[in-house]
């Protein structure tokens, strides 16, 4: 997702600096950035200037602080685990300046924790973007009680600028979209489990017969298996209802490190990603 974002930022205009905790995720953000970008070109949504201009705005650096320097928005977007996005976001809120806003891409963590290891809670929102970033119009913006009124408005009209349509939703347990969408996406395995359809066959359901333009489980399989495992985990305790719970073939595809399309098999084979 980090990478995604990156690139609707500096494709809106923004100086965008980029890190990781991984050295080897530098390569590959900039490598699938600039395929995107080039896809753009060839489809006419860009011209050669503006991908050139884009690219230009991307710097990568190897430490947080160095990279939060001065920044006006810091957008986080690492593991969905929350007691590695709390110790982040206590670095975060040593290594930029109190009106610097400090957003969480979450798609299910509760925000109203985030925001309360910041000195200025009033900063903290959620910025819940969709994979993928470049082509999904979707920005869930979470809000929590110590939220400021001026940070949600700052944080609508930069996705606005970066091309998204931005709704606003309380912090709650997997906020609207996640709440959504898992209940799909788990209940679509839950059919494969029963034999019910075939994989293609349960997408095409939605596809063809509500509109969807990408049914559940290839849906699953681009957000990761992994990713979904962790957020209906999250939501079973939460919400403690079983529609939730994650099916016994989630489980196992987790185990079997079948994550979807990061790792060439989900509930789809993918084109083997590249190193």
Known sequence: M????????????????????????????????????EGAVRRGRLSPAERAAALGRLRWYDRVKNT??????????????????????????????ADAVLATNTSALPVTRIAAVARHAERVVGMHFFNPV??????????????APATIE??????????????????????????LGIVLGLEAMRMLEQGIASVEDIDKALELGYG???????????????????????????????????PGILRAKVRAGELGKKTGKGFYTWPTPPS
Do not use: C
């Open 154 to 179: 700052r944080v609508r009209e930069i996705a606005v600028r970066m091309g998204k349509e931005p709704i606003v939703v309380r912090d709650a347990p997997g906020f609207a979209s996640s709440r």
């Open 68 to 97: 939060t320097y001065g920044a006006a928005l810091v957008i986080e977007a690492i593991v969905e685990q929350l007691p590695a996005k709390l110790e982040l976001f206590r670095r975060l809120d040593l290594a930029t300046t």
């Open 2 to 37: 980090g990478h995604g974002i990156a690139q609707v930022a500096a494709t809106a205009g923004y100086e965008t600096r980029l890190t990781d905790a991984d050295p080897a995720a530098r390569e590959r953000a900039l490598r699938r950035i600039a395929e995107n970008l």
């Open 212 to 246: 969807h333009p990408m049914g559940p489980l290839k849906v699953s399989d681009l957000v990761g298996l992994d990713v979904r495992l962790a957020i209906a985990e999250h939501l079973y305790r939460e919400l403690k209802q079983p529609q939730y719970e994650p």
């Open 134 to 147: 470049h082509i999904m119009k979707l920005v869930e913006i979470v809000t929590h009680d110590r939220a």
